[in-house]
């Protein structure tokens, strides 16, 4: 099991990374909250891993911190909630947006989320309720604004399953100088209060 990588960030394409470990290089699928606070090109990056074996191929999803970590290993144990699933409700909500909305039986919010149906949002909330841990955890990367391109933006908020229509809806308020941080949580919140 790949429980944590540490090396040199080569390439980032949303919503994977490319890390370079002592001359392997890693694909990483993260959700964009730890997309978010990666340092630049050619520096150092530790991330939390979690390692899937399937058929097709190994899958490997990194994290910013063990807290995301954890939430993403509780998230796919969930019926009806695989990875890809488990990334989009890490992009859009942090982990404590994610346990108090599950606390409080937030069906709606859960659901706002692209792959979430009432049913799977039901289930989240009665599955997930009190694992969740509510505490603060700082982050191993720096947070960092990494100027970016609608066009960054965009890609990223198309993979976590919006449709093209909706993206560029929530593109379109932008500022042009947004970093991608910024940037895709704007354009979620934006998605999500629809």
Same mark, same amino acid.
């Given at each position: +099991?790949?429980?944590?990588?540490s090396?040199?960030?080569v390439?980032?394409? &949303? &919503?994977?990374?490319?890390?370079d470990?002592?001359?392997?290089?890693?694909?990483?699928?993260?959700? +964009?909250?730890?997309? !978010?606070? =990666?340092?630049?090109?050619?520096?150092? $990056?530790? =991330?939390?891993?979690?390692?899937?074996?399937?058929?097709? @191929?190994?899958l490997?999803?990194?994290?910013?911190?063990?807290?995301?970590?954890?939430?993403?290993?509780?998230?796919?144990?969930?019926?009806?909630?695989?990875p890809k699933?488990? =990334?989009?409700?890490?992009?859009?909500l942090s982990?404590?947006?994610?346990?108090l909305?599950?606390?409080?039986?937030? $069906?709606? !919010?859960?659901?706002?989320?692209?792959?979430?149906?009432?049913?799977?949002?039901?289930? =989240?909330?009665?599955?997930?309720?009190?694992?969740?841990?509510?505490?603060?955890?700082a982050? +191993?990367? &720096?947070?960092?604004?990494?100027?970016?391109?609608?066009?960054?933006?965009?890609?990223?908020?198309? @993979?976590?399953?919006?449709?093209?229509?909706?993206?560029?809806?929530?593109?379109?308020?932008?500022?042009?100088?947004?970093?991608?941080?910024?940037?895709?949580r704007?354009?979620?919140? !934006?998605? +999500?209060?629809?």
């Amino acid at each position: +099991m790949i429980a944590k990588l540490s090396g040199i960030l080569v390439e980032r394409y &949303p &919503p994977y990374i490319l890390v370079d470990v002592a001359g392997i290089g890693y694909e990483v699928d993260t959700p +964009m909250s730890t997309f !978010c606070v =990666l340092p630049e090109n050619g520096e150092a $990056v530790v =991330l939390y891993t979690h390692f899937i074996l399937r058929d097709a @191929a190994p899958l490997l999803y990194g994290f910013a911190t063990r807290l995301e970590q954890h939430a993403f290993r509780l998230l796919i144990k969930v019926v009806g909630v695989g990875p890809k699933i488990a =990334l989009a409700i890490l992009s859009g909500l942090s982990v404590n947006e994610l346990a108090l909305a599950v606390e409080r039986g937030d $069906v709606a !919010c859960l659901a706002r989320i692209p792959g979430i149906g009432k049913k799977t949002a039901e289930r =989240l909330a009665l599955e997930l309720r009190g694992k969740l841990s509510t505490a603060p955890q700082a982050s +191993m990367l &720096p947070q960092r604004h990494i100027v970016t391109t609608r066009r960054d933006i965009h890609q990223a908020l198309l @993979a976590l399953g919006y449709s093209e229509r909706e993206v560029n809806g929530a593109i379109a308020s932008l500022s042009e100088d947004v970093d991608i941080n910024s940037g895709i949580r704007l354009a979620l919140s !934006c998605l +999500m209060a629809r």
